[in-house]
């Protein structure tokens, strides 16, 4: 659960003509928008339509392979820069 004002968007469309259906929900990203001067919760979902295949969605945001492959980028070069270690994902 998140105390900030949920970002999204309700994807009816997708539902209704890509067959949208959500795999697995990993919570919530608490992003701070300056523009907005608050802080917002996104929910974030492993999806898949009919119309894109699988992706991966951060709120009102649809995220697809060159997508995720350019965050993974940017995560990587965040580990190194901090030297923060990734977390390892045990089943």
Same mark, same amino acid.
């Given at each position: 659960?998140?105390?900030?004002? #949920?970002?999204? !968007? /309700?994807?009816?469309?997708?539902?209704?003509?890509?067959?949208? &259906?959500?795999?697995?929900?990993?919570? *919530? #990203? +608490? !992003?701070?928008?300056?523009?907005?001067?608050?802080?917002?919760?996104? /929910?974030?979902?492993? &999806? *898949?339509?009919?119309?894109?295949?699988?992706?991966? +969605? &951060?709120? /009102?945001?649809?995220?697809?392979? !060159?997508?995720?492959?350019?965050?993974?980028?940017?995560?990587?070069?965040?580990?190194?820069?901090?030297?923060?270690? /990734?977390?390892? &994902?045990?089943?």
């Amino acid at each position: 659960m998140t105390a900030f004002e #949920i970002l999204d !968007a /309700p994807r009816g469309y997708a539902n209704r003509e890509h067959q949208r &259906v959500i795999l697995d929900f990993h919570g *919530h #990203i +608490e !992003a701070y928008i300056d523009e907005m001067d608050s802080w917002v919760a996104m /929910p974030v979902r492993l &999806v *898949h339509t009919a119309a894109g295949g699988f992706g991966i +969605e &951060v709120g /009102p945001y649809t995220l697809d392979i !060159a997508d995720i492959r350019l965050m993974e980028a940017a995560i990587a070069s965040y580990y190194q820069a901090t030297g923060n270690p /990734p977390l390892k &994902v045990v089943d």
